[in-house]
């Protein structure tokens, strides 16, 4: 069980692991022990998370979310099964953690008086001196 926050928690029954190979440090030990982890989370099919949720988290995801709903978090940074197991359930954590903020909406505003009356000043000047830029004729 992985607790998110004080009341959302992911089940076991919603967790499946699987172990391989890693790459990377641990010498010998790399070929004989399967310490690499591979975390499989059925977030479509959790009732743990609301709809909204799961939306945000299928974005933050990314490419990790399946096409049957599922999130697969690897990890293979230690050489102990058991660090990459709680190292696994932490990312998986970090990422549901992520989901429940809500972004905040978009305030839309109008731009003040000043400032498009500096706009304005500073669109006449530019146009002044591309002005001064062009050739002068004759009859002028």
């Given amino acids: 069980m992985i607790y998110i926050s004080e009341n959302i928690t992911i089940q076991d029954w919603e967790l499946t692991e699987s172990f391989s190979r890693a790459s990377g440090p641990g010498g010998q030990n790399v070929n004989k022990v399967a310490t690499a982890v591979e975390l499989r989370f059925e977030a479509a099919r959790s009732p743990a998370l609301e709809p909204a949720v799961k939306t945000r988290l299928k974005r933050i995801a990314g490419r990790k979310w399946t096409r049957d709903g599922a999130i697969i978090v690897t990890a293979e940074k230690h050489r102990s ?60």
């Fill in 81 to 140: 099964q058991a660090m990459n197991r709680t190292l696994a359930a932490e990312k998986l954590a970090e990422m549901v953690r992520a989901a429940l903020v809500a972004p905040k909406k978009r305030v839309r505003t109008r731009p003040t008086l000043a400032s498009k009356r500096r706009r304005l000043a500073a669109k006449s000047l530019r146009s002044g001196l591309k002005a001064l830029r062009q050739k002068t004729t004759d009859d002028e």
